[in-house]
């Protein structure tokens, strides 16, 4: 870890929650039935496409578009709410650019990472979070979820603790 990092993890550390700090059924919920039962970041990923219905999920590049195969999802689908689409964007491999938000759905989420291993991705992250068109962002220090969902009247923001195998 180099020292931005370093700093940037003992700040997560800091404002992170469990579930007993969290005040959103939408957040509780995830956090029960996803992040805990989410021991890695590939884990994560298939228990939110298994745990929220997603009809799709695909990484987002500059050369192309991968689709993902849910595999290994310990959850099943117990939210009431579905999304469409997942969308997968990496700083890193995008040049620590901005994801194409045009091409984000309203019913969707996106999950960004990594956040905090340069100040360039953590400006992004930022930037990202506080669009007017994300409703709901949540910090696991690793990688940041967005959603983009209409009925989330309030815009809200969480920092949860995740500390992936």
């Known amino acids: 870890?180099?020292?931005?990092t370093t700093i940037e993890y003992l700040k997560y550390k800091l404002r992170a929650q469990d579930r007993h700090g969290v005040h959103s059924p939408f957040v509780y919920s995830f956090n029960e039935g996803v992040l805990n039962k989410s021991g890695s970041i590939d884990q994560l990923v298939n228990n939110?496409?298994?745990?929220?219905?997603?009809?799709?999920?695909?990484?987002?590049?500059?050369?192309?578009?991968?689709k993902l195969q849910p595999t290994g999802n310990t959850v099943s689908?117990?939210?009431?709410?579905?999304?469409?689409q997942l969308h997968i964007w990496d700083l890193t491999t995008n040049n620590n650019s901005a994801p194409p938000l045009h091409e984000i759905g309203s019913n969707d989420i996106l999950i960004v990472k990594p956040l905090y291993t340069i100040p360039m991705n953590k400006q992004q992250w930022d930037a990202l979070f506080n669009d007017d068109r994300v409703k709901l962002s949540i910090d696991l220090f690793h990688l940041?979820?967005?959603?983009?969902?209409?009925?989330?009247i309030v815009k809200q923001h969480f920092t949860l603790k995740f500390k992936p195998a």
């Open 48 to 66: 939110i496409i298994a745990y929220y219905s997603v009809k799709s999920a695909h990484t987002i590049d500059i050369p192309s578009a991968n």
């Open 144 to 152: 940041g979820l967005l959603f983009f969902r209409e009925e989330f």
């Open 1 to 4: 870890m180099n020292s931005f």
């Open 77 to 84: 689908n117990k939210s009431a709410m579905g999304f469409d």
